[in-house]
Structures are given as structure tokens and as C-alpha cells.
């Protein structure tokens, strides 16, 4: 699920520390910026911005990942999440959370 989420101006211009590089479905590297991790129903989700060109001024859409285990403990495992309910949830407590820090546009 993407949802629309500008920057403050007060958060652009700062160095990005909490970038997380995945694969997407044709094995490219992407890099997001890890906003939150939210529980819902026992269950973990991140909150992922893309990492953009600088002179973007396009409001990004976030990536709500839910969080797996796996076997090892040093590597996690991000899949989708299909369920629009489940999706439209987590979202709202992200906005919710960072509405003072963040521009929401519907």
C-alpha cells in the first residue's frame, strides 16, 4: 500500500541514518527510510519511505511492510500486506503518531 506523506521542512535537508535497502519483485535494490514500526493485532509493521532525488518535490508515498520472522536473528524479513483493512489501520496510527512532523495529502 502507498500512501501520500510530504516532508516537513524542518526534516529535509537532514542526513537519512535509517535507510534499509530491499529487493523488489525484479530483484533491483531500493532504497526506503525507515519511519516506524507499528504493532497491530500481535503483529509488526514497518513504515518505509522511498529515498528520493533531492530535487523531488513530489510528496512520497510510504510502503507498509509487515515484519516475519526468520530462522536467523541478525536478518528480518519484510512481506505485503493485501489486506486494505490491516493496511488502512496501520497508516492511520502512523499518522496519527506524526502528525506534528509530517504534511499528510489525501
Known sequence: M???VKNTPENQGEE???ILI???EDGNEVEFEFLDLIEYEGEE???LLPVEEEDTEEPGEVVILKLEDT???EEE???SVEDEKVLNKVFEMF???F???FNFVD
Open 22 to 24: 530491499l529487493n523488489d
Open 45 to 47: 509493521y514497518v513504515v
Open 77 to 79: 524479513s519484510y512481506v
Open 95 to 97: 499518522k496519527e503518531k
Open 71 to 73: 530462522e536467523s536473528e
Open 16 to 18: 537519512l541514518d535509517n
Open 2 to 4: 502507498s500512501e501520500d
Open 99 to 101: 502528525e506534528d512532523e
